[in-house]
């Protein structure tokens, strides 16, 4: 389990990482949307290069952004078979018995591929620069102004933080079943059916007690240091947006206009 | 003075038996107060009763003269603070330093008071070095510490200890005891600590043994432990030094009853210097 | 049969920046029989070094013996099951791994599994769960509806009911209440002494070291520092003073009473021992 990489925080000390996530997740809405636009390749062009900048300012390894790519790859291979399949227009590159490759084939695909990249890169930058209790409190922020139609945005921050606060916990505790359930001779990989749903079984019941248990524990101690879900609570962690924060949405709204000016204006 | 006084409390959490029942006991302003049974004896039961955890069926519960009820609920909360068995489960912030904040937050602390507030007591438990580590770098003991200081924060007048240090190793443990005498002869707190922990109780300065969800027995140490007989009944250890007083008496030697090894070493000295 | 560690290292994480080392070149061999203690601080590498011990975890470098089963990294996983059966390993809060319906059914679910039939394992069951101290009645309850020292018992007859010949055990009485450490203490030195079984306990507690066991291994960073009698290790408080730890009650009151000129040898052990040669002291001075 250690290779996930897509969407894990990594810990670096860089102008990136210290922005405000406000900041961050709105500059990677705004550019999510602007990708959406057919500005062509020099419109790919200029967000490749944006994004790049602001990948190298974060100090991540380009190992690390092509990590995280490189579970879409046999998505992006399949992709290329089905529109070689299926389109048929523009000019003929290439014949090789009965299959022809059209241009407008190819084409499309690297679009949408160039797309799917650019996206990968956005999202796995916020995510790796940005902590997850930051990113809550961003999204609670981001919410905030939904409080007064009935959206419980800072419920939902506490919810989200609390489960990202256990999840090493939990993978802790359900590793040690499982080498506790190994120890009473289950088998995890092979055996009979029947014997399997068994050795399943063993493993998610004493992970329901467990984590029931830490539930129990956990809301005790939070209505003990005086927690009241509904009541008002001040924040330790307030959020600025500062000069750099400004530039990067700034920065994000340009590239969005420049790529409608590219899409319909040029 | 009484810092909490419990009368006919009764509890329970199914229809069937009371896990607390007509429980009755008062906790000195300023004391150190253990509360010992066997597991299961209510002892836990109770500690989440006075600090407003669980609903009782019957009975009052004052803390510092205010009765515990919906209305007082939340002066109580900020005048009792509760450090509980277990040191994840409590770790609510995902560093030391929000850790701390969490329970200054649900008090209305003004943000800018916070770092200093947060400084202080990370300070009074000897974690400032660990201020933005996450929970998964820091060892139980350490979790136990923030635990205190986080409880400390609110700037209570009692802590209750639900077994906080019996999920740690030796090392941990000590410290969170020297920190629990520290608030205590220090600050003045008044502690009520649950615990199992026979040297701890012996240090005390009044025992309150409970058993089958009753009160069995209270008194100072020495007044609970001089019915060992008693003790035994309810599945409950008795110090080492009396332990050997009734082996050395089965050996023809009977010793003025001292509960502390210091205080058995001094009467034997003094029997082995008489001619 | 040897259970032997020879040039034991485990890393954890290893090429990665996480990357921790558990064990490092243990030489080690525990003595079939014995109840022996494995003592040291949280991350001395004690919890690696025992689940080594039924290949739940295999070396990163060097070769763990137990009886006939040489473990050696990356080994293939068949055959490990007949292994697991011979070392019954019980974890730390073995009450989280209880799941079944009935009480029986928790702790036939071991026996099941290295293929005994129902009928027996059900049989070793009940057996099981006499050993541990609860009676029949308690067969049909759900496990998950015991009090917490009940639930204990329970998971560590369903490692009893595999009839291992090694019984490694984790911390076995933490969180339990003085009267029921003291119980299942009990029933381990049984097994030890009366069943023969060879008993391997990781603790922090020098009381049960002291009272229970025979020998001591001490781990530090990830090596056996000392491995002796428990004799040897409580003479006096010198081991627990170099390690930073306190001794059992009766090392202390005994180096008190030293101290004061009172002349009490090495060899005492048990609080009535201790108790006569007081007694006999005071009484020739009096």
């Known amino acids: 389990m250690g290779n996930i990489t897509l969407g894990r925080y990594i810990p670096l000390d860089s102008p990136i990482h210290r922005m405000d996530p406000r900041a961050k997740i709105g500059a990677m809405i705004i550019t999510l949307i602007a990708i959406f636009f057919p500005a062509g390749w020099i419109g790919y062009g200029i967000i490749f290069t944006a994004v790049s900048t602001v990948i190298i300012l974060s100090k991540l390894s380009p190992v690390y952004i092509w990590k995280s790519m490189k579970p879409m790859l046999l998505m992006m291979v399949f992709l290329l078979v089905i529109n070689i399949l299926v389109i048929h227009t523009g000019q003929v590159w290439l014949k090789i018995g009965p299959l022809s490759i059209y241009s407008d084939a190819v084409m499309q695909t690297l679009y949408i591929i160039v797309r799917l990249l650019l996206m990968i890169m956005i999202t796995t930058c916020l995510t790796a620069t940005t902590k997850p209790l930051d990113m809550t409190l961003g999204i609670e922020d981001l919410l905030g102004p939904f409080k007064k139609i009935g959206v419980p945005s800072h419920e939902i921050a506490m919810l989200i933080s609390i489960a990202l606060r256990f999840i090493p916990d939990l993978i802790d505790e359900t590793n040690r079943i499982i080498k506790a359930q190994e120890s009473r001779g289950v088998d995890l990989k092979e055996g009979k059916l029947s014997e399997r749903i068994m050795a399943i079984l063993s493993l998610i019941v004493p992970l329901f007690v467990s984590a029931f248990q830490r539930a129990d524990d956990l809301a005790n101690a939070m209505e003990a240091r005086g927690y009241q879900p509904g009541e008002p609570r001040t924040r330790y962690k307030i959020l600025k947006m500062k000069g750099p924060d400004w530039a990067l949405l700034l920065g994000a709204c340009l590239l969005l206009a420049g790529m409608i000016y590219l899409a319909y204006f040029a | ?236 250890e008795l110090p080492f030094a009396l332990r050997l007083q009734e082996q050395l008496r089965k050996e023809g030697l009977t010793v003025t009853p001292a509960i502390t090894m210091e205080g058995l070493v001094e009467e034997l000295c003094r029997l082995n210097s008489k001619r | 049969m040897p259970i032997k560690f020879e040039k034991v290292s485990h890393i954890y994480s290893e090429g990665t920046p996480f990357r921790y080392v558990a064990l490092e070149d243990v030489d080690l061999e525990f003595r079939e029989g014995a109840f022996t203690a494995v003592i040291g601080r949280t991350g001395s590498g004690k919890s690696t070094l025992v689940q080594h011990l039924n290949a739940l975890l295999l070396p990163t470098s060097g070769t763990v013996i137990v009886d006939d089963w040489q473990l050696k990294a990356g080994q293939d996983a068949k055959g490990l099951k007949k292994l697991r059966k011979k070392v019954g390993l019980v974890f730390q809060f073995p009450e989280y791994q209880l799941f079944e319906e009935t009480v029986l059914k928790d702790i036939s679910f071991g026996p099941k599994n290295f293929g005994v039939p129902v009928k027996e394992a059900e049989e070793k069951a009940s057996n099981a769960l006499r050993m541990v101290g609860l009676d029949k009645e308690y067969e049909q309850r759900s496990p998950l509806e015991l009090s917490g020292g009940q639930k204990r018992r329970v998971a560590i007859a369903g490692i009893l009911a595999m009839d291992p010949d090694i019984l490694v055990l984790d911390e076995p009485t933490a969180g339990l209440d003085p009267q029921g450490a003291l119980e299942m203490m009990r029933l381990f030195r049984d097994l030890n002494k009366i069943h023969g079984t060879t008993i391997i306990m990781v603790t922090h507690d020098m009381e049960q070291v002291f009272g229970y066991c025979d020998e001591v291994v001490v781990m530090e960073n990830g090596k056996p520092t000392i491995h002796t009698s428990v004799q040897d290790f409580f003479k006096d408080s010198s081991y627990c003073d170099s390690l930073n730890i306190l001794p059992p009650a009766l090392i202390r009151m005994k180096d008190m009473l030293k101290e004061k000129g009172f002349a009490l040898t090495d060899d005492i052990r048990t609080l009535p021992v201790f108790a006569r040669a007081i007694a006999k002291q005071v009484k020739h001075h009096g």
């Open chain 2, 1 to 236: 003075m009484k810092a909490v006084e419990v009368k006919n409390l009764t509890f329970s959490y199914d229809q069937e038996k009371n896990a607390a029942d007509d429980v009755t006991f008062s906790v000195e302003k300023g004391s150190y107060t253990t509360i010992i049974g066997h597991n299961g004896s209510g002892k836990s039961t109770v500690a989440k009763l006075v600090a407003g955890l669980l609903e009782k069926k019957s009975g009052t519960i004052l803390i510092d003269g205010l009765e515990l009820n919906e209305e007082n609920l939340r002066e109580i909360r900020r005048r009792i603070g509760i450090v509980f068995q277990n040191p994840d489960n409590q770790f609510i912030g995902s560093t030391v330093r929000d850790d701390i904040a969490f329970g200054l937050e649900n008090h209305c602390v003004e943000q800018k008071d916070m770092d200093a507030i947060i400084e202080e007591f990370a300070e009074k438990v000897h974690m400032t070095k660990y201020l933005d580590h996450e929970p998964t770098r820091l060892s139980g003991g350490q979790k136990q510490r923030v635990a205190i200081a986080g409880v400390m924060a609110m700037h209570p007048d009692i802590i209750i200890f639900d077994e906080a240090t019996s999920m740690l190793d030796p090392q941990g443990k000590d410290r969170i005891k020297n920190l629990i005498s520290e608030l205590h002869e220090d600050r003045g707190l008044t502690i009520l600590s649950i615990t199992h922990d026979i040297e701890e109780v012996v240090k005390s300065d009044y025992v309150i043994a409970m058993n089958k969800g009753r009160v069995a027995l209270t008194g100072t140490p020495e007044e609970v432990f001089a019915k060992p007989e008693e003790l035994k009944k309810i599945r409950l």
